[in-house]
């Protein structure tokens, strides 16, 4: 089993910046994708960002595309989200996962493995 634990989350002004960090432990983490997602109240779980395992082409949703980056240091077995720029809309949870066999990276479903998640908030 793979064990992923966010951690970076916390209350932050609009425009401010923030990185969350997911350390994962347990199988082979580099070579998985890793990605990540962000559940806000009352809505579904939503695609953030995704990367490949060598670290090089990552994959961003409109909302975030220009404002967040998403790295990976195979060596620490952690993944990062670097948040520029956040907007109330930004506000949610934020959950790593492992993108564990074929699929698009966009999807929820070919995530096998998941974090508890950490909660990001917002003010303006």
């Known amino acids: 089993q793979v064990q992923l634990v966010e951690s970076g989350g916390g209350l932050v002004h609009a425009g401010d910046s923030l990185r969350l960090s997911c350390a994962a432990s347990g199988r082979t983490f580099s070579r998985y994708a890793m990605g990540w997602f962000r559940q806000a109240p009352g809505k579904e779980r939503e695609f953030v960002a995704a990367i490949r395992w060598s670290g090089g082409p990552t994959y961003y949703a409109d909302s975030v595309k220009g404002r967040f980056t998403i790295s990976r240091d195979n060596a620490k077995s952690t993944v990062y989200l670097q948040m520029n720029s956040l907007k109330p809309e930004d506000a949610a949870v934020y959950y790593c996962?492992?993108?564990?066999?074929?699929?698009?990276?966009?999807?929820?479903?070919?995530?096998?493995?998941w974090g508890q998640g950490t909660q990001v908030t917002v003010s303006s």
């Open positions: 996962a492992a993108h564990t066999g074929g699929g698009s990276y966009y999807s929820i479903v070919f995530y096998d493995y």
